[in-house]
């Protein structure tokens, strides 16, 4: 009689991978559905597909899935939003993120579903359009909620901690999307002025969350390509968020450029992601940047590589540290130009 092989493999992680298409798709169309609006106090499935006009079996199965993913909780035959939901899901919530998740998935799709082609041939011609103004208007407001969710006040609570901080009198946040780290940071400050550099559609943006947060005043914007044209001198500090990646293949000439602009003992600050691992960790990040991996866009950084430019191009100091953000851990890397 021939006998069942005798295995002792591993394989649950398998299959949390192929549900992980699931996941995503309850997300996504929860969030399509506004179904969170409407789950501040328990309901029943009835009662959301009444307000949702939906079919209430399947929106039955849709707040299940939800709540199997700890999303919701369900007590009772009734349906509520967790307390970390409520929060960043509730589309009047002012750290609402549903319409960046929406944007990164709806980004991510057309690529990843052509894997197998671009696996055997290479990304299609013309597959990545990084010009388009419009899109960097829509990921600027998609990104904004993130920022103000808490990373932004995170930030700017560790770089007033740093040496000088309080004497600093300007600052420069390069590539600043929304603006919201830089009106962060010159909130800790009882004067500091702060200018936002970013894209012409971008600022636009950014220019509209300086009125919300009253910083006109102190707070200004400034169009253009950061790689391309001048950035301006004399700052006391300059921070990057997760931009420098558009000029990781000329990055020396960049560092260079920012060291420039910074007044003698001036401090750049960068908060980048850092592979490791031989580039396979943080798993977050790998598979969060695999639409641009697969569009031909290799822009990661590796961990240490920008504080080693850093000292390349004549910083008299550089200190390196690791933070958490929601998203990822991330290299918070602090650089002072000498006196």
Partial sequence: MKKLPDLNTRIDHLYDIINGYTETQLLITA??????????????????????????????????????????????????????????????????????????????????????????????????????????????????????????????ARISQIQGFSSFKNMLDLGGGPGLYCIAIVAEHHNMQGVIFDRPAVVKVADEFIAEYEMTDRVTTMAGDYIKDPIGENYDLIWASATLNFARFDLKNMLEKIYHALKPGGVFVSLADGLTHERTRPKAYVLGCMSWMFSGQDLMFNRGEIAETMQRVGFSSVESETVKTAMMPMELDIARKAL
């Fill in 31 to 156: 969030i399509e559905l506004n179904v969170f609006d409407y789950l501040s106090s328990p309901q029943s499935a009835e009662t959301v597909a009444s307000r949702l006009e939906t079919h209430p079996v399947y929106t039955q199965y849709l707040l299940d899935g939800l709540t199997a993913l700890s999303l919701l909780d369900k007590k009772n035959g009734c349906y509520s939003n967790s307390p970390d939901t409520q929060a960043v899901l509730h589309s009047q919530s002012p750290a609402y993120q549903g319409k960046a998740f929406s944007m990164m998935h709806q980004m991510s799709q057309t690529v990843l579903r052509d894997m197998g082609h671009i696996v055997r041939f290479g990304p299609r011609e013309g597959s990545v359009d990084i010009s388009d103004e419009a899109v960097w208007e829509s990921y600027a407001r998609s990104m904004a909620n993130y920022e103000r969710g808490g990373t932004a006040q995170q930030m700017a």
